[in-house]
């Protein structure tokens, strides 16, 4: 059974920088699209970044320059490296595996969601 079990968050100040990790369990990393989403209180969960077709990160607009997502198929293991981070990124991270690539930041299609780390950001 695949498991996604995330890691590292916690609070900051702005312009901080957390690097989040995602270890995959029960499969292996290179078999699925991995993907970050997160969740504010009382918003919607919306997509960080995405691989895409060729293995290729998309990110969110909001978030480009600031996080990079890398990936150590030997520990089975993805990162979300944030760095400057702002108060408006203060949500819950999740990562996700899907077997197809993303097309979008739509979280459709998923096949596995991790339990959820908690980012805060303060001013």
């Known amino acids: 059974q695949v498991q996604l079990v995330e890691s590292g968050g916690g609070s900051v100040q702005s312009g901080g920088s957390l690097r989040l990790s995602c270890t995959v369990s029960g499969g292996t990393v290179s078999r699925f699209s991995m993907g970050w989403f997160r969740q504010a209180p009382g918003k919607e969960r919306e997509g960080v970044a995405v691989?895409?077709?060729?293995?290729?990160?998309r990110y969110r607009d909001s978030v480009k320059g600031r996080f990079t997502v890398s990936q150590d198929n030997v520990k089975n293991i993805v990162y979300l490296e944030m760095n400057n981070l702002k108060p408006e990124d203060t949500a819950m991270y999740y990562c996700a595996a899907r077997a197809g690539w993303w097309q979008s930041f739509a979280s459709s299609g998923v096949n596995h969601w991790g339990q959820g780390t908690q980012v805060t950001v303060s001013s």
């Open positions: 691989q895409t077709e060729g293995g290729s990160i």
